[in-house]
């Protein structure tokens, strides 16, 4: 079944930067795209942004432009976000998530999620 | 952006009874290209990442109980959720997927009256 496996939780001082991995498993990683989605506590989901596996294509939300980093390897069928200049208000869960094709928009399936806490 | 909005922020419903969630988009998320509605309906239980229930505004995800249905059309969007469970309290979240940024919206919270 489909699998994704995020790395643990991280605490970083303000300004610094932080990289979390999810690793697939169960179908195959080129076939399908990966979204970051972050929920800060009690809030909603925000969608952070979007990588074609398959061609290494990039999309970020413009909140995060500049600061954003998705990447993949696909030898290790795993894709990475770094957030940099990390503040206070991106504390928060951070998801990866399947998308139903390489450049499709819907998600069907995601991470358990890796907490990131910012705090001096 | 296209703005997600849902209705109620929560819902205390009897078990067994019907349960509606309301979800409006600032624009049309209609794909002409595949006719269909590009809306999902997502359920997030305490501590737990989000579970597809229902895309292209009407179409169940595999494995999810037929109690829950999507319909609607234009801007206008509605869950159902038929009878209710006490698996079934979560938090439910819309979303629009036609448009980038994908988005979300705010939540309805489903408890047991």
């Known amino acids: 079944q489909v699998q994704l496996v995020q790395s643990g939780a991280e605490v970083r001082k303000p300004e610094a930067s932080v990289k979390v991995s999810c690793r697939a498993s169960?179908?195959?990683?080129?076939?399908?795209?990966i979204h970051w989605v972050r929920q800060a506590p009690g809030q909603s989901l925000e969608w952070m942004g979007f990588i074609n596996v398959d061609n290494d294509n990039t999309q970020y939300t413009q909140k995060f432009q500049g600061r954003l980093t998705i990447s993949r390897d696909t030898s290790a069928s795993t894709a990475y976000l770094e957030l940099t200049s990390l503040r206070s208000e991106d504390s928060a869960i951070y998801y990866c998530?399947?998308?139903?094709?390489?450049?499709?928009?819907?998600?069907?399936?995601w991470g358990q999620g890796t907490l990131v806490t910012v705090s001096s | 952006d296209v703005v997600v909005t849902q209705s109620p922020d929560s819902l205390a419903v009897s078990l067994g009874e019907r349960a509606t969630l309301n979800c409006k988009t600032s624009?049309?998320?209609?794909?002409?290209?595949?006719?269909?509605?590009?809306l999902g309906w997502f359920q997030q239980k305490p501590g737990q990442p989000p579970k597809l229930l229902i895309h292209?505004?009407?179409t169940r995800q595999f494995g999810v109980p037929d109690r829950f249905s999507g319909s609607g059309s234009g801007t206008d969007f509605t869950l159902n959720i038929s009878s209710l469970q006490a698996e079934d309290v979560a938090v439910y979240y819309c979303q629009q997927y036609y448009h980038a940024p994908i988005t979300f919206g705010g939540g309805t919270k489903v408890e047991i009256k």
């Open positions: 169960g179908y195959s990683f080129t076939d399908y795209g």
């Open positions: 292209g505004a009407s």
């Open positions: 998530a399947r998308g139903s094709c390489t450049g499709c928009y819907l998600i069907d399936s």
């Open positions: 624009q049309s998320v209609f794909h002409s290209y595949y006719k269909k509605y590009h």
